[in-house]
């Protein structure tokens, strides 16, 4: 989801800023990076949008009797909530990440990956099988256009029964 999309169903919705940094429980200048682009718009979010898109009726019922977007965040948090153990983020030469991400294949196919980066550290236990995502975004900002390679490894704590699926390197 795009900046310009987020603040556009934003206004279709009929919400200020403050009433959907309210609804998708952050704090209010985050919500506003959100928008300005200044900040890239986390998942469970980007989901919680599309949730309220389709929540017409429930917003409609809630406007009639004079309620906006109060209380709203209890029925789009049932799926879950997102919390970010550990985050980085640096420049680093293409021969760098390759580096990092052999080590970290190792690490993975280990079953024990510690990150860490300055004071902050965290160790993970990785089951056997994961969910295995691969993803190329393409945003154009300001007349420019960027592009992020994405790869992300997800798992329930404690499902050890996935089954194998199909991404390649070619």
């Known amino acids: 989801m795009t900046p310009e999309e987020l603040r556009e169903i934003r206004e279709k919705l009929g919400f200020s800023k403050k009433e959907m940094s309210e609804i998708l429980d952050t704090p209010y200048r985050t919500y506003q990076d959100w928008e300005l682009g ?14 309220l898109l389709s929540c017409k009726k429930a917003l409609k019922a809630r406007r009639k009797k004079g309620k906006k977007g109060k209380g709203l ?26 580096q990092f991400l052999r080590v970290l294949a190792d690490k993975i196919e280990s079953g024990s990956v510690v990150l860490r980066s ?29 592009r992020s390679l994405e790869v992300e490894i997800e798992w329930n704590v404690g499902d050890e ?7 390649e390197i070619a």
């Open 73 to 98: 965040k209890k029925e789009v948090y049932i799926m879950g909530r997102e919390i970010v153990l550990f985050e980085t983020e640096e420049r680093k030469s293409a021969a760098e990440v390759a």
């Open 38 to 51: 200044n900040r890239r718009i986390p998942g469970i979010c980007q989901v919680a949008v599309h949730c």
């Open 118 to 146: 300055g004071a902050k550290e965290i160790a993970l236990t990785l089951p056997a099988n994961v969910i295995f995502e691969v993803k190329v975004e393409e945003e154009e900002k300001k007349g420019k256009t960027k």
């Open 161 to 167: 029964n996935l089954t194998d699926s199909g991404v």
